[in-house]
Each structure stands twice: as C-alpha cells, then as structure tokens.
C-alpha cells in the first residue's frame, strides 16, 4: 500500500525559481530516498537520507527529513527547465533489510517553463 | 550508462495471448530485484521481489498465477503476463538491488503494455 503523499500534486514555476515539494509516511523507517521520473521512463535516484540524519546536500537539491513529523521535502534551487519530470519520495521501513521494497508516494508533476 | 536494462520497451499484444518482460542488471549480480507497475499520472505500486533461486514474493492482491516471475540468474528476472486482458494495461518497472545491501535501487526504464 502506499504510504507516501506529496504535495503538491503539481508545481508548475519559471526557470530559475526554486522548486519545493514535501512528502509525508505514516510508519517508521530505515531511510526516505527521491527519485525522478521522465515522462515514460524509469526511475532516477536522486538522493537518499537515512532516519538519523536530518538534511542532505547533493549539487542543487536538498532533503530535509523530520522524523517526528514523518515528513521530509525535496528542495530544487535555480531551477531549469530540464528539471520538468515527476519526482517521487519513496520509503524504506524501519526493522527490513536495507535494500528493502520502497512504498512510493503519489508524486509531484513539476513544469519548469524557460 | 544504464546499470539495469528493460527489454521491450513497448509491446503491443491480442488479449488472451503472454507477454514476458525481461529485466537483466548489466554490472552486477543482483540476488534481488523487484517489479512495480505504474498507471497514467500515478505512483509505482510494488507487485513481487524475484529473489533468485527461489519463489517470488508477491503482494496482496497481487495474483500469482497471473504475473509469473522467474528469476534463474544473478543478472536476470523476468515477468510474464499471462493471459493479458486489456486491464493489464500499464507499465512495468523494475528494478535491481545491488549487492552490499544498500539503497539506492537501480531502475529499468519501464515496458509498456497495451492489450489490445
């Protein structure tokens, strides 16, 4: 079952701006990884933060995770306009192997127009 | 490169008749690898873990006897769609767990089905 949701379900902003979408899971877990998806395409892993850590850096994203509110947000500075894909979060339950089966959020549809 | 790879990309088949996906990890050995399906705009639902050399594990509500995976190989599962109705529509993904135990998966780029 899924228990990811995202928000918003659709971001649609100009080249440059920054993009912010936000995840929400409803168990514990081992990790919170986000993924991006081209349209018809598989998927591309972006970044990945374990329970106990609380922000990660990787070029222009950044991942914050606040277990206490089972939430975590993706954050796309100085966005371009290659970044237009869906991006989801997906979890790894706490307790499973740490390669376990991630349950997907809904998604965010983001549109950057140049 | 890709690390995993999906083959086909696209099929088209006659209800009533199987299609097999193939899903093949190119630089590793991968003990365990998993197949989602995804409808239009939505997420990725996960439907089985293919654990090589022994049965699949499958989802609730997932039918066994429908979506037939074999996983004979450390670099090879594959998924067959048997008896494919036009809601089998969708597309297929998989993906390929690296050895050491750790995250991030390695995803194919996806089939889609259309039964026609």
């Known amino acids: 079952s899924q228990q990811g949701e995202e928000d918003p379900q659709a971001l649609s902003i100009q080249e440059g701006e920054n993009a912010t979408m936000n995840c929400s899971y409803k168990t514990s877990i081992n990790n919170l990884q986000w993924y991006r998806q081209n349209s018809g395409r598989g998927l591309v892993h972006l970044i990945l933060?374990?329970?106990?850590?609380r922000e990660k850096h990787s070029g222009r994203l950044r991942v914050t995770l606040d277990t206490s509110k089972k939430s975590s947000s993706l954050l796309i500075t100085a966005s371009r306009a290659a970044d237009t894909a869906s991006y989801f979060c997906?979890?790894?339950?706490?307790?499973?192997?740490?390669?376990?089966?991630?349950?997907f959020g809904q998604g965010t549809i983001l549109t950057v127009h140049p | 490169g890709a690390v995993v790879s999906q083959h086909p990309s696209r099929v088209i088949c006659k209800s009533g008749t199987s299609v097999k996906i193939e899903c093949r990890s190119l630089d590793f050995q991968a003990t365990t690898m998993f197949w989602y399906r995804q409808f239009p705009k939505q997420s990725l639902m996960l439907m089985a873990t293919s654990n090589e050399g022994s049965k699949a594990t499958y989802e609730q509500g997932v039918e066994k006897d429908k979506f037939l995976i074999n996983h004979a190989s450390l670099t090879l599962s594959t998924l067959t769609v048997t008896s494919a109705h036009p809601e089998d529509s969708s597309f297929y993904i998989c993906?390929?767990?690296?050895?050491?135990?750790?995250?991030?998966?390695?995803f194919g780029n996806g089939t889609r089905l259309t039964v026609t």
């Open positions: 933060i374990r329970s106990n850590e």
């Open positions: 993906s390929a767990a690296p050895p050491g135990g750790y995250s991030p998966l390695h």
């Open positions: 997906a979890t790894v339950s706490a307790g499973g192997t740490s390669y376990g089966k991630l349950t």
